[in-house]
């Protein structure tokens, strides 16, 4: 179950990219030669973000060919301007 | 349908839909192992300043790495240190120090690979000499250890001939990041149905050329060509000639 742990490090990853913002969405790249199933991360993806700034966020992976595993985009909710 | 699982939704997507117009997108186009691999990265360097050279040794659980080191490690006289990875117990660190190297357990818990931040933190610890061979004997398991790249120079492989010949095309992740597939056990070749040209033909459809070597930690058979393996990858007996 190495989808855990990746799962993990995508959660820090994204924490680190968004600093504090509330992520809504998550998108990831898969390929089918990555070693990675793509249905276990979905699978532990509420458990690994509840308590982080992701939680409540959703997970959308595009499965492709070739081996990789990318973060491709995160969608964040807009600040609104201060008046 | 199971509301639990998710198989009824649409494809790996985790639900909760958000307003497109209260969102915006955040390119990141970053690839998910890149942190694991920079740092495997450092780790390798921080070796090659040393003249270490680390092996990454794989197997399922029982194929033999552990009696493989030990023998090695009496038979070789280099200086060896080793990291074992285990999800619990310090029995093959221990199996190791009564060999007579230095060894550092890793327990993974749950966890079933070990990763570079593992590897570097075990490293601190174990301080290996400068010339000397490190050995990472990975988690007893033929899939996940396959992604991570801990800092070693080579990824070999254990399978022993009771596991049977389809192993490679079982778990081709693993053999595909072979650099020496190693067959223990051929002791016990006559008491089972092992193809070794069949497992031989399989691990190089998925590593071209790959070197495979039969051998027998419990007879000695085959063991000096694995020492010369060894010596080939910068260590030989007593002393360390660059990597």
Same mark, same amino acid.
């Given at each position: 179950?190495?989808e855990?742990?990746?799962?993990?490090d995508?959660?820090?990853l994204?924490?680190e990219?968004?600093?504090?913002?509330v992520?809504?969405?998550?998108?990831l790249r898969?390929?089918?030669?990555a070693g990675?199933?793509?249905?276990?991360?979905?699978?532990?993806?509420?458990v690994v973000?509840?308590?982080?700034a992701?939680e409540?966020?959703?997970?959308e992976?595009?499965?492709?060919?070739?081996?990789?595993?990318?973060?491709a985009?995160?969608?964040l909710?807009?600040?609104?301007?201060?008046? | 349908?199971?509301?639990?699982?998710?198989?009824?939704s649409?494809a790996?997507?985790t639900?909760?839909?958000?307003?497109a117009? $209260?969102?915006?997108?955040l390119?990141?186009? $970053?690839?998910?192992l890149?942190?694991?691999d920079?740092?495997?990265?450092?780790?390798?360097a921080?070796?090659?300043?040393?003249g270490?050279?680390?092996?990454?040794?794989?197997s399922?659980?029982?194929?033999g790495?552990t009696?493989l080191l030990?023998?090695?490690?009496?038979?070789?006289?280099?200086?060896i240190?080793?990291?074992?990875?285990? *999800?619990?117990?310090s029995?093959?660190a =221990?199996?190791?120090?009564a &060999?007579?190297?230095r060894?550092?357990?890793?327990?993974?818990?749950a966890?079933?690979?070990?990763?570079?931040?593992?590897?570097?933190?075990?490293?601190?610890?174990? =301080?290996p000499?400068?010339?000397?061979?490190?050995v990472?004997?990975?988690?007893?398991?033929?899939?996940?250890?396959?992604?991570?790249d801990?800092g070693?120079?080579?990824?070999?492989?254990?399978?022993?001939?009771t $596991?049977?010949?389809?192993?490679?095309?079982?778990?081709?992740?693993?053999?595909?990041?072979?650099d020496l597939?190693v067959?223990?056990?051929?002791?016990?070749?006559p008491?089972?149905?092992?193809?070794?040209?069949?497992?031989? &033909? *399989?691990?190089?459809s998925?590593?071209?050329?790959?070197r495979?070597?039969?051998?027998s930690?419990?007879?000695? $058979?085959?063991?000096?060509?694995?020492?010369a393996?060894? &010596?080939s990858k910068?260590?030989?007996?007593g &002393?360390?000639?660059?990597?």
């Amino acid at each position: 179950m190495h989808e855990l742990a990746l799962t993990e490090d995508l959660v820090s990853l994204v924490e680190e990219r968004t600093a504090g913002r509330v992520v809504v969405r998550v998108r990831l790249r898969v390929g089918r030669g990555a070693g990675v199933m793509a249905e276990a991360m979905a699978f532990c993806w509420d458990v690994v973000t509840t308590a982080t700034a992701l939680e409540g966020s959703r997970l959308e992976i595009e499965e492709t060919e070739g081996a990789e595993l990318a973060v491709a985009s995160v969608e964040l909710r807009k600040e609104r301007a201060h008046v | 349908m199971c509301d639990t699982c998710g198989c009824g939704s649409t494809a790996r997507d985790t639900g909760e839909p958000g307003d497109a117009s $209260e969102t915006e997108t955040l390119t990141v186009e $970053e690839r998910l192992l890149a942190k694991n691999d920079d740092l495997a990265a450092h780790v390798r360097a921080s070796l090659d300043a040393r003249g270490i050279v680390a092996l990454n040794l794989m197997s399922s659980p029982g194929a033999g790495k552990t009696s493989l080191l030990e023998r090695t490690i009496r038979d070789l006289g280099a200086e060896i240190c080793v990291i074992e990875g285990d *999800q619990e117990t310090s029995y093959d660190a =221990d199996r190791i120090r009564a &060999a007579g190297a230095r060894a550092v357990q890793i327990n993974t818990g749950a966890g079933c690979h070990l990763d570079a931040r593992m590897v570097h933190d075990a490293l601190h610890q174990l =301080d290996p000499p400068p010339g000397s061979l490190l050995v990472v004997e990975n988690v007893g398991n033929l899939v996940c250890p396959a992604l991570f790249d801990v800092g070693e120079h080579a990824k070999v492989v254990v399978v022993s001939v009771t $596991e049977g010949d389809d192993k490679p095309v079982k778990y081709p992740h693993m053999f595909a990041a072979a650099d020496l597939v190693v067959v223990n056990k051929t002791d016990l070749l006559p008491y089972v149905d092992l193809d070794l040209d069949r497992l031989t &033909a *399989q691990a190089r459809s998925l590593r071209p050329g790959v070197r495979v070597l039969p051998l027998s930690v419990r007879t000695g $058979e085959g063991l000096d060509a694995w020492y010369a393996w060894v &010596a080939s990858k910068g260590v030989r007996d007593g &002393a360390a000639v660059g990597a």
